[in-house]
């Protein structure tokens, strides 16, 4: 049972970074993709980045150039640099991990994005 813990959440002013991290625990095996969605009240969660582990990443359109998706060496953790941040960025962010199959969520990391 893989366990996915984010962190790095907070208030950001427009046009600031955040960096956010989500850490995973209790598999001996690597993810086959380590993902990032965000979710505001009352709407689907929406794909942000991903990233394989051969290095490659993808990203939503209303993200890309401003949003950076990592992981470490060890593929345990991963992170979302958030540059340039925009009002529309504040949403509950949330991790994903697909491990031999089956899917893994963290409980989310709030942003809030305000002057």
């Known amino acids: 049972q893989v366990q996915l813990v984010e962190s790095g959440g907070g208030l950001v002013q427009p046009g600031g970074s955040l960096r956010l991290s989500c850490s995973a625990s209790g598999s001996a095996f690597s993810p086959n993709a380590m993902a990032w969605y965000r979710q505001t009240p009352g709407q689907q969660r929406e794909f942000i980045a991903r990233?394989?582990?051969?290095?490659?990443?993808e990203y939503a359109d209303s993200v890309k150039g401003r949003f950076r998706v990592s992981r470490d060496k060890a593929m345990r953790t991963q992170y979302l640099e958030m540059i340039n941040v925009e009002h529309e960025d504040k949403a509950v962010y949330l991790c994903?991990?697909?491990?031999?199959?089956?899917?893994?969520w963290g409980q989310g990391t709030q942003v809030t994005v305000s002057s």
């Open positions: 990233i394989y582990p051969s290095g490659d990443t």
């Open positions: 994903r991990q697909v491990v031999r199959g089956s899917d893994y």
